[in-house]
């Protein structure tokens, strides 16, 4: 049995994904994923669950990071993956040269959704629906916190041969947050990716560009 697992971003809303259309299985707010969810549900209803099942990851964002963390642990339970706006590392490394979130942008996003609900900052297009939502500080600081400390380059370096599953890779040009650098990385790690680059917009992918999104999720399904 196939599923469909769709992990978001921090502090954004399961409204994120209205515009989308493919069968959702699962979804996993940010906090589900710090509190292990996504890995319980791959325990229990894949790995341990009817015989033949296995999963589509769709990550966004930080939840695309979940995304690639699942496929480390789990590759032969994983049948694609779909990358939104994701990234291993957050965080920029000067000395490294690596392309990401200065400490001091990544506190500008936690004020900007306290003050804006995320209207007017991420780069939100009129008429759309707003993914983002407020939560509570003591839970925003526990997902800036992962945002912080987490990178998985080592972990998808040393896994990259046995990955034999069909990947997409959706990166907008002019994302703030994470660097279009970053998409360059996964085609690193997955050779075979279709790597998309989105003009003219930012961060919030599922709801700019919800139809590639659902074409790319139905590709890897009847691939299966």
Known sequence: MLKTVVLNGWAASPSAWNLCRFRRDAL????????GLPERFMEDAVLHGPAGSSVILVGWSMGGSCALRLACRYPEAVKGLVLVAAT???????????RGLSPRRLDALHRGLQLTHGAGFFGLPPGKPNPY????????ERGLEYLLETDLRASL??????????????????????????????KGIFPGADV???PGTEHALPIFIPELIDEAVSAIAESV
């Open 28 to 35: 996993f707010s940010y906090l589900d994923q710090l509190d």
């Open 88 to 98: 291993p590392r957050m965080m920029e490394e000067k000395p490294s040269g690596w």
């Open 133 to 140: 939502q407020i939560d509570s500080d003591d839970n925003l």
């Open 157 to 186: 370096e040393a896994r990259a041969a046995s990955f034999r599953f069909p990947v997409a890779v959706f990166q907008s040009e002019h994302d703030g947050i994470v660097r279009p650098e970053n998409a360059g990385y996964l």
């Open 196 to 198: 998309r680059y989105v």
